[in-house]
């Protein structure tokens, strides 16, 4: 069995995906991780600002890297741009659409009320930022260009996330999977001379 730790880590980051963190207390996380109360504040002396921080920045890891995983799965990065958003709306649509990201839910809570935590989330998007530039890089396309569309594609997943937890449908999940590995395939189409072949 994992550590009071890690449990309390895993039961913030799933709560403060479905309720946000505000609808979510101290004590709902420690019944749900099944740790004494003291645990949290031995593990996390700054309290839930201390707890959301180090989960924002945990979840943010994971989260990258299994859209990085899904995007290195297909044979080229057209079809791991649209797998990435497919299997975004599968995962949602598989969770009552309750599971969206618990880094987007959080930012638009912190924004305007609590700096340290606003640091937090965009230090996460700004690391997703990097990782899909580089790889948009590393496949031909210009790096200024390469972290231009990195934006909109990670925009337009965060975008689509909410209007599909709104709508209960994953019609914007899927019509972004579309019109991102289109993007994607035009730019690596301006990038690339005419002998190279699709990366």
Known sequence: MTNAKERILDASSELFRRQGLAGTGIKQILVQAKAPFGSLY??????????AAKTIKRAGEYY???????????????????AAFVAAGEDLAATDYADACPIETVALEVAST????????AEVFDSWL???ALMLADAGIAAAQARALAHVIISALEGAFVLARAARRTDALDACADAMAQLVESALAINRSPSQPIA
Do not use: M
């Open 64 to 82: 990258g890297q299994l859209v990085a995983s899904k995007l290195l799965a297909e044979p080229d990065l057209v079809s791991g741009v649209r």
């Open 130 to 132: 990097s990782a899909l």
């Open 114 to 121: 609590n700096e340290p935590l606003r640091l937090a989330t």
């Open 42 to 51: 031995h593990h996390f002396p700054g309290g839930k600002d201390q707890l």
